[in-house]
């Protein structure tokens, strides 16, 4: 392919890309394949010669598309949304067709400079504290890889990385039964354990981890001989939303000398609306580590996450290192890639800096208001159905119910939802019980594509009967 057929086809895809956008809401949410359907239809060997573009784009609509649950569609509901507005898209092609690898400042300045300034707009747009900084990470499951090794690392005076866990004793994390399970998998992979990491039961309106009860985990570990490392608090948990007392949490850190770690993943972007601090947000800039997706409710193309940090130089120790083709010369010149695991990087910024100016931090908030108000309007109309009941209230957009009967039911009943396809949702599990999750939080939803949801649980519940 030539620069000239490049152009061609690129203004081709751009216009089969709105034309997509424009019609989602004909299409089914979640893909209707059976497994293994897509695959059958694709050739078992690489071709030896050329096609032409013409073909393959025409495969991808006739075979790919099909196979491909809508994430952008305004009546996804399952989850958490990966949001991908315009303005991202458009900085996302500039990216990809500049294609620098953004590892270190040298590697491309405006990359590193401008990864500053939207980590530090969020940062003000959040109400943290000045003095924070942080790093665009691919994920919050990266981010809080990134805390626990720290965690880690501190709490063997920075040796693990050298000398290994051999003869360190058992390291302990502490967090409610209400995490996400990137925690469980970052004590897998920092070489914690599964057995080291402890949950402290979740309670409360907004199913958070009890203060009382982490200092007295603590102080039971102490006295068994174990090291603690590090607390992890959660603003928005997956399942059904829980959110932690941060300023409880930061107390019991204090007295322990913990690192602590919040995951606001989902939820985070909620607080650029300074009306849910009070209840959300008290206590915040006690912790270490913050991570919050844009990628998710504020609409940033997937993957972009921000990890905050308090003091860099905890994590600094524990990733940094510069061998002698990776040295920069300079003063206080930033290489992000020694702040996250990865070494190389893309220039994920610029779809932040394009999204903040197109829409504004007033656009974003109007948009993340409108579904905290439509979830709770939606949970009321549930509410008022007859055979259902609601299992978890709204905290801010999400929320949970069940129909009349048992866990299999709840499970026939979403399945039957997801295969009408006017609508996507999602089970969860609380409290021993199987829920049906639904989660506001598409950019381009709108209340009437939110009512909906109440129009075809009714229909579908009906036909099962």
């Avoid at 109400?127 to 720290?150: H, N, R």
């Avoid at 102080?219 to 399942?239: K, L, N, Q, Y």
């Avoid at 989902?266 to 915040?284: D, K, L, T, Y």
């Avoid at 844009?294 to 609409?299: D, F, N, R, S, Y």
Wanted: charged share 20%; proline share 5%.
């Amino acid at each position: 392919m030539n620069w000239d057929d490049f152009a061609e086809w690129s203004k081709h895809i751009a216009d089969w890309g709105a034309e997509y956008h424009k019609t989602l809401r004909d299409r089914p949410v979640r893909a209707q394949t059976k497994q293994g359907e897509i695959a059958a239809q694709l050739p078992a060997h690489p071709p030896q010669n050329p096609e032409q573009m013409d073909v393959i784009l025409k495969d991808f609509e006739d075979i790919i598309m099909p196979g491909m649950t809508h994430w952008q569609h305004p009546r996804f509901f399952a989850y958490f949304p990966a949001n991908a507005t315009p303005p991202s898209m458009l900085a996302e092609q500039l990216v990809n067709t500049v294609a620098a690898q953004c590892m270190l400042w040298q590697t491309s300045p405006a990359a590193t400079e401008v990864e500053g300034l939207v980590v530090d707009w969020l940062r003000q747009a959040l109400g943290l504290a000045e003095g924070f900084s942080g790093v665009i990470q691919d994920s919050a499951s990266s981010a809080t890889l990134s805390a626990i090794l720290t965690m880690r690392e501190r709490a063997t005076g920075y040796t693990g990385n050298r000398d290994g866990l051999n003869g360190k004793g058992a390291l302990r994390i502490y967090c409610s039964d209400q995490v996400h399970s990137s925690i469980d998998r970052a004590c897998w992979v920092a070489g914690i354990g599964q057995e080291n990491l402890i949950k402290i039961p979740a309670s409360g309106p907004r199913y958070g981890m009890d203060a009382q009860a982490l200092d007295a985990a603590i102080r039971s570990d102490i006295a068994a001989g174990h090291t603690p490392a590090g607390i992890v608090a959660i603003t928005g948990g997956t399942g059904v939303g829980g959110s932690d007392q941060l300023a409880p949490i930061i107390e019991v850190a204090k007295a322990f000398d913990l690192y602590t770690h919040l995951d606001a993943a989902w939820a985070g972007s909620a607080m650029i609306c300074p009306e849910f601090h009070n209840a959300f947000w008290n206590g915040v800039d006690g912790f270490d580590s913050i991570v919050f997706n844009p990628h998710k409710w504020l609409g940033a193309q997937f993957d972009c996450s921000i990890q905050f940090l308090r003091d860099a130089t905890p994590q600094l120790n524990t990733l940094k290192i510069e061998p002698e083709y990776l040295k920069t010369t300079g003063e206080d010149i930033i290489n992000y890639s020694e702040w996250t695991i990865p070494l190389g990087r893309r220039f994920r910024a610029l779809k932040l800096w394009f999204l903040v100016r197109s829409y504004g931090l007033e656009g974003l908030r109007a948009r993340i208001r409108n579904h905290v108000e439509w979830a709770q309007e939606l949970c009321e109309a549930l509410r008022a159905l007859e055979g259902f009941e609601i299992t978890t209230e709204p905290i801010l957009s999400l929320f949970s119910f069940r129909c009349t009967g048992d866990d299999d039911t709840q499970q026939r009943l979403v399945d039957a939802i997801n295969d009408d396809g006017r609508i996507y949702l999602t089970q969860g599990s609380f409290q021993g019980r199987k829920v049906i999750r639904v989660q506001v939080g598409q950019f381009e939803t709108t209340q009437q594509d939110v009512m909906a949801v109440k129009t075809v649980v009714q229909e579908i519940w009906e036909t099962l009967q």
